[in-house]
C-alpha cells in the first residue's frame, strides 16, 4: 500500500533541509565554496526498511535511487510512500543515489463514488508520469479536511487498427466538506492508471476537473 507523507512530516523534512541551506550559505560568504547543486524535483515512490528508513526511491521515469541520507527520521517500516521529492542526484548512471533535502507527501488517489461530491477547486497542472496521473491542485481551505478520490464516469469500448481500444471518463471527486474557502494551499495527488479494470498502455484516460471556472478536461494516450 502506498502512503502520502503528513503535512506534519513534510515540514519537518522540509525545515532540516533549510537549516541545511542556510549553513551551507553562511559557508559559502565566508570562504570559496563550490556552487550549491540544483535540485531535482519529481514525483517518486520511496520505500522505507524494517526499521522504517528511507532506502531508495523510484521516480515516474522509472530511475532507482538509493537514498544517501542518514538523518531522516524514521517511518513506517516496509512501507511505499508517495511523495515529491527535491533531491540531488550522483553516483553512477549503473548505480544512481539520491540526497534527499525536500519532500512533500503525495496523495494516492482511490477510485469511488462515495464522495459524490465535486466541490471546486483550482489546479496547476496535470501530466502523465509513468504508470501514475500526477495533480498539483490548489483548495481553498481555512485549514479544515478535504476528501479527494476519482470516479470511472464511463468506458469508451471501440476498435482501432485491428485491436480493442478502451477510453477511461474519470472525473476528480473533491469534497470540501464544512471548511470555508480563504487562503489556497497546495495539493498533490496522484491516480495509479495500473488500478483501473483492464487497463493496458495503450488505453485512453480523459480526466475531468470541476474547477471555480468551470469543468475542465485532460486526455491521455500512450
Known amino acids: ?14 525545515l532540516r533541509a533549510m537549516l541545511l541551506m542556510a549553513a551551507l550559505l553562511i559557508v559559502s560568504c ?5 556552487p550549491y547543486p540544483d535540485l531535482v524535483t519529481e ?9 522504517g528508513m528511507f532506502i531508495d526511491m523510484t521516480t515516474d521515469d ?21 511523495a ?11 548505480e544512481p543515489h539520491a540526497q534527499i533535502y525536500t519532500l512533500t507527501g ?41 476528501t479527494w478520490g476519482y470516479a470511472i464516469d464511463f468506458i469508451e469500448e471501440a476498435g482501432e487498427k485491428g485491436r480493442a481500444h478502451t477510453h477511461y471518463h474519470l472525473s476528480l471527486h473533491h469534497n470540501q466538506g464544512n471548511d470555508p474557502t480563504s487562503y489556497s494551499q497546495t495539493h498533490y495527488c496522484s491516480i495509479l492508471t495500473t488500478q483501473l479494470p483492464q487497463y493496458e498502455n495503450t488505453d485512453t484516460i480523459t480526466v475531468s476537473v470541476h474547477t471555480f471556472k468551470g469543468i475542465k478536461s485532460w486526455t491521455f494516450s500512450n
Not at 514525483?43 to 526499521?51: E, M, Y
Not at 540531488?88 to 548512471?93: C, E, F, K, L
Not at 464522495?115 to 496547476?124: A, F, S
Open 43 to 51: 514525483f517518486a515512490d520511496i520505500r522505507t526498511d524494517a526499521d
Open 106 to 146: 503525495a496523495q494516492v488517489l482511490a477510485g469511488s463514488t462515495a464522495i459524490l461530491r465535486h466541490d471546486p477547486t483550482g489546479i496547476e497542472s496535470m501530466w502523465m508520469g509513468g504508470r501514475y496521473i500526477n495533480m498539483q491542485l490548489t483548495a481553498k481551505t481555512q485549514g479544515g479536511r478535504h
Open 84 to 94: 515529491v521529492a527535491g533531491f540531488v542526484s550522483n553516483g553512477s548512471s549503473t
Open 1 to 14: 500500500m502506498r502512503h502520502a507523507l503528513s503535512t506534519h512530516e513534510s515540514f519537518k523534512i522540509t
Open 62 to 82: 522509472g530511475t532507482c535511487y538509493s537514498i544517501t541520507n542518514t538523518n531522516i527520521q524514521p517511518h513506517r517500516p516496509d512501507t511505499t510512500y508517495r
Open 30 to 34: 565566508t570562504e570559496e565554496a563550490e
